[in-house]
Nanobody, 125 residues
Framework: QVQLVESGGGLVQAGGSLRLSCAAS????????MGWFRQAPGKEREIVAS????????YYADSVKGRCTISRDNAKKTVYLQMNSLKPEDTAVYYC??????????????????WGQGTQVTVSS
């Protein structure tokens, strides 16, 4: 069983930056594809970014390309999401998730096995 705990969310003005972290415990972190998702009120959960087990491959949603960077530190069992040039439409609860299968972009939330509790990101205009 894998436990995921997100941190780093908060309130930021448009144009600002945040760095989200997700610490894992249990399981074998270095074997998992990791993803960041977000869900705004009244909307479906959507992919933000995903990263392969060794960090060699990444996927970004079009809405965040060029503004966000996903990275991981397998020694620390942590995945990060650096978000820059934040916009009000980035406001959502952000979740990290772990997928035990192979890398293929892993952009669908249906493929993920473990989820964190989420961290709120609010971007004011």
């Amino acid at each position: 069983q894998v436990q995921l705990v997100e941190s780093g969310g908060g309130l930021v003005q448009a144009g600002g930056s945040l760095r989200l972290s997700c610490a894992a415990s249990g399981g074998t972190f270095s074997r998992y594809v990791m993803g960041w998702f977000r869900q705004a009120p009244g909307k479906e959960r959507e992919i933000v970014a995903s990263i392969s087990w060794n960090g060699g491959s990444t996927y970004y949603a079009d809405s965040v390309k060029g503004r966000c960077t996903i990275s991981r530190d397998n020694a620390k069992k942590t995945v990060y999401l650096q978000m820059n040039s934040l916009k009000p439409e980035d406001t959502a609860v952000y979740y990290c998730a772990a997928d035990r299968t192979y890398w293929s972009g892993n952009y669908s939330p249906l493929g993920y096995d473990y989820w964190g509790q989420g961290t709120q990101v609010t971007v004011s205009s």
